[in-house]
Nanobody, 120 residues
Framework: QVQLVESGGGLVQAGGSLRLSCTASGRTFSRYNMGWFRQAPGKERDVVATIRWSGGVTYYADSVKGRFTISRDNAKNTVYLQMNSLKAEDTAVYYC?????????????WGQGTQVTVSS
């Protein structure tokens, strides 16, 4: 069992930056691929970025390539999402997830989400 807690969301102006963090409980964090997903009002949840358990391989949705960076620190049981050059269309609830799928697919564990609002 893995429990995930996200933090770092908030309100930011377009062009600004935010860094999301997701801290996992349990000793098996380093075995899981990790992902950030987002869901905007009235839309389906979509993948934003994922990172392999080793941290050496990453995947990004086309809409965030060059602006967002996913990273992880297995010693701290934490995965990060650095978001730069934010746009109004990035507004969504952002979820952290852990699982064995790669790069997308079904993830096994989910956080409760953190709201990111980008004002234009």
């Amino acid at each position: 069992q893995v429990q995930l807690v996200e933090s770092g969301g908030g309100l930011v102006q377009a062009g600004g930056s935010l860094r999301l963090s997701c801290t996992a409980s349990g000793r098996t964090f380093s075995r899981y691929n990790m992902g950030w997903f987002r869901q905007a009002p009235g839309k389906e949840r979509d993948v934003v970025a994922t990172i392999r358990w080793s941290g050496g391989v990453t995947y990004y949705a086309d809409s965030v390539k060059g602006r967002f960076t996913i990273s992880r620190d297995n010693a701290k049981n934490t995965v990060y999402l650095q978001m730069n050059s934010l746009k109004a269309e990035d507004t969504a609830v952002y979820y952290c997830a852990a699982g064995s799928s790669w790069p997308v697919g079904e993830y096994d564990y989910w956080g409760q989400g953190t709201q990111v609002t980008v004002s234009s």
